[in-house]
């Protein structure tokens, strides 16, 4: 069972990767490093990671579920409803991966501001 953290400012999220090929290529690229970017209650940053989109990639996600938005490089965790959500949905900005799912509170990246390093690390 494969875990990660995802250090973001003061906040450490962990997550268990699914078995899929963008958690592989992710997993393999481990640590990864970027700077928090946000979209409405969305913390996304980019990545050296390239995938393509899986045939199960999806804009609206539940909470929890981390993903990988291929168009953009950048791996992304949305919290809330975004600039695009109809009725309380979590709607991302294109279909997306899901790679992963988070073992802790995701709401606790409201404290992540734009430009704070984000880490994703192989879980201790």
């Known amino acids: ?10 906040v450490a999220i962990r997550a268990r990767l699914f078995d899929t090929p963008t958690a592989d290529e992710i997993w ?6 970027g700077s928090a970017r946000t979209w409405g209650p969305e913390v996304y940053f980019h990545t ?4 393509v989109a899986e045939p199960e990639a999806r804009d ?3 909470p929890g579920e981390i993903v990988f938005w291929p168009q ?5 965790i949305a919290f809330g409803p975004t600039p695009l959500s109809r009725n309380g949905e979590l709607r991302l900005a294109a ?3 899901i790679w992963a799912i988070a073992l802790d509170d995701v709401s606790r990246l ?3 501001h734009a430009g704070e390093a984000i ?5 201790p």
């Open 1 to 10: 069972m494969r875990e990660i953290v995802i250090h973001a400012g003061d």
């Open 28 to 33: 393999r690229s481990l640590p990864i490093h």
């Open 48 to 51: 050296s990671v390239q995938a």
């Open 60 to 62: 609206v996600v539940s």
């Open 72 to 76: 953009g490089d950048a791996i992304a």
């Open 95 to 97: 279909p997306c991966n």
């Open 110 to 112: 409201r404290g992540v």
């Open 119 to 123: 880490c994703v690390s192989a879980a």
